[in-house]
């Protein structure tokens, strides 16, 4: 099936995939081909996907997936691959945004929202970062 990965910046992956597991919001779920039509919301966390023996690890933020019987499009805020994680900017990145939300009441709705989010994606590349170092 087509595996096509997307982000802001770049295009992460445009290829042929075997699967691909995705962190979705009601659970991990993996998508081989001819898997029923679905779009869901991805959570940030592990993407993984296979091609022939060999696997990939992502770190994936938040995003969608679309998924048709010969294609899988994600469209996601962040992609990156172990190697590519500053593990020092991540972990920095999460001290932040964990001070900024002990502060709740001095953020506004939107202001919450989007440091929430900052800290999740901090952490999905910290726990790549960690678990797959070479």
Request: proline share 4%.
């Amino acid at each position: 099936m087509r595996l096509e990965i997307v982000t802001p910046e770049k295009i992460a992956y445009s290829e042929e995939a075997d699967q691909v597991t995705l962190p979705t919001a009601l659970g991990e779920i993996t998508v081989l081909p001819g898997h029923t039509p679905l779009v869901t919301q991805l959570l940030p966390g592990e993407l993984v996907l296979k091609k022939g023996n060999q696997y990939s690890i992502l770190a994936s933020g938040g995003g969608f997936a679309e998924i048709t019987g010969k294609k899988v499009s994600v469209v996601t805020d962040l992609a990156q691959r172990p190697e590519e994680i500053d593990e020092r900017a991540a972990e920095e990145a999460r001290k932040r945004a964990e001070e900024a939300l002990t502060e709740r009441e001095r953020l506004s709705e939107e202001e919450f929202a989007v440091t929430a989010a900052n800290l999740q994606k901090a952490l999905a590349q910290l726990r790549v970062k960690r678990k797959h170092k070479r």
